[in-house]
C-alpha cells in the first residue's frame, strides 16, 4: 500500500489517550484499514489512493480514523467517559475537528448535532471507539488538547466524595483513628500549641508541650474512675452524716462538753472500752456507733 500519514489532529488524540491512561491495552488500536474496510468508503482508508466518504483540499495520502481499545485500565475511568467528554465539547461548540464517533453500538455525528444514535454496522464497536476526523484542513491541523487530561485533574467535589467513601471504609477508619490517637504536634514556630494539639499539665511541659490522645485519653479514663471513686466514699459520708443529724440531741442530763470528750479521747490513757464510753456519753448511743463504724472504715 502506498505510503500514508494520519491526520496531526487525530495523532493527537491517541497521544492524549496514552498520557492519560499510560497501561491502556492497545489490542484494539488501529487506523489504517483492512482489506474490508478498503472495499467501500471508509475513513480508514488514505484519502488520495483509497475509497473515503469525502475528500481534502490537499495532496497527502491521510487517514481520517482511529480506534482506541476501551480497556484503558485507569482507576476511575471507562471509555464511556473519554467518549462523553469529546462528545459534549463538540455538542457544545468548544471542539469542532471530528465528523463523528462510533462506540458500544451508538453512533454521535456532527451531521446530526451530536445527539446518540443506533449504530448498526457489522461492528458493534464494543471492544474500541472510533473517532473520525473532518477532512477540511484546519481540522486536520489542529493539535490542541482534546480536555481528556483537563477532566483528569479531581474537582474538589469528587475529592471530597472519595475521602468521604474512603473515611467510611474499614481501613479509612482504622487509619483515622491511629492518626488522631498519635497527633502530638509539640508547638508551632509562633511557640503556641497549634488547633487541636493537647497542652501537656505535667512538670516536664517546657520541654514536651503536647502530649498525645491516647495518653490524654488514658489520664481521663483513670481521673474519671478516681472521681467516682471519691463521690461514692462522698455520699456514704453525707448519708452518715444525715444519720447523725436525724437522731436528735442528746438530753442535758447526759450531755458532755466536746472539749472534755476530746480531751479524754485523745488523752491516750483511756482503753478501748473507756474511748467507747467516752463516745457514747458525748454523742449518745446512735450517734457514737455511726463515728465508730465511720473510724473501723
Known sequence: MANWILVPSL?????EFNRLAPNRDKASDGSIGDTSHAASPSDHNPDETGRT????????????AIDVDDDLRKPGWTMTKCVEIIVIRHREGRDNRLQNVIYNRRIWSR????????????????????????????????????????????????????MTEWARSAAGREALARAVLAYDPGKDASGKVPAGGI???GADGAGNPTVGAAWA??????ASIVGYQIRDRV????AAVDALAKAGPVPVGEQVSAQTA??????GGLSPEETAA????????????????????
Open 278 to 297: 467516752a463516745l457514747r456519753a458525748a454523742l449518745g448511743e446512735d450517734r457514737a456507733a455511726s463515728v465508730g463504724r465511720l473510724l473501723v472504715k
Open 199 to 201: 497542652a501537656n499539665p
Open 53 to 64: 466518504p469525502y475528500e481534502d483540499s490537499d495532496r497527502s495520502n491521510e487517514v481520517h
Open 217 to 222: 485519653l488514658n489520664r481521663a479514663i483513670v
Open 235 to 238: 455520699d456514704h459520708l453525707q
Open 11 to 15: 495523532v493527537s488524540l491517541r497521544n
Open 111 to 162: 451531521s446530526w448535532g451530536w445527539t446518540a444514535r443506533r449504530y448498526t454496522g457489522a461492528s458493534a464497536h464494543t471492544e474500541h471507539a472510533h473517532f473520525s476526523a473532518r477532512y477540511t484542513t484546519a481540522q486536520e491541523r489542529d493539535t490542541r488538547p482534546w480536555g481528556l487530561l483537563e477532566a483528569d485533574d479531581v474537582t474538589k467535589s469528587e475529592f471530597n466524595a472519595w
Open 262 to 267: 476530746l480531751d479524754a479521747i485523745g488523752s
